[in-house]
């Protein structure tokens, strides 16, 4: 992603004719009101704390190898199987927990 604090050539470019196809007698107007809007617009800090982004990597990399779980279908149908006829054993009501 591109550094948002530093413009690109093209809208630097666009901003320069923009201000030069205004007669100077308002550059004066345009300077202040570019001033106030860097002034107003809301930064945010860079930083990054270096102790979250490894807690947000280790987070990332547990997704990602859920993700790359290699396992096909028919093993986890036969896992929630199992874990279904596992959760209607023993129960107190007749009627099936997973119908």
């Known amino acids: 992603m591109a550094d948002p604090s530093s413009p690109s050539p093209t809208s630097l470019n666009l901003l320069l004719h923009e201000i ?11 300077l202040d009101i570019l001033r106030q809007f860097r002034q107003n617009v809301v930064s945010t800090p860079s930083t990054i704390d270096p102790e979250q982004a490894r807690k947000n990597q280790a987070a990332v990399d547990l997704l990602d190898s859920w993700l790359g779980d290699d396992q096909d279908e028919a093993e986890h149908q036969q ?7 596992a959760l209607d054993e023993d129960r107190l009501s007749e009627r099936p927990l997973f119908p």
Request: proline fraction near 6%.
């Open 20 to 30: 030069e196809a205004t007669p100077q007698t308002y550059w004066g107007e345009i």
């Open 79 to 85: 896992a929630w199987d199992f874990l279904k006829t």
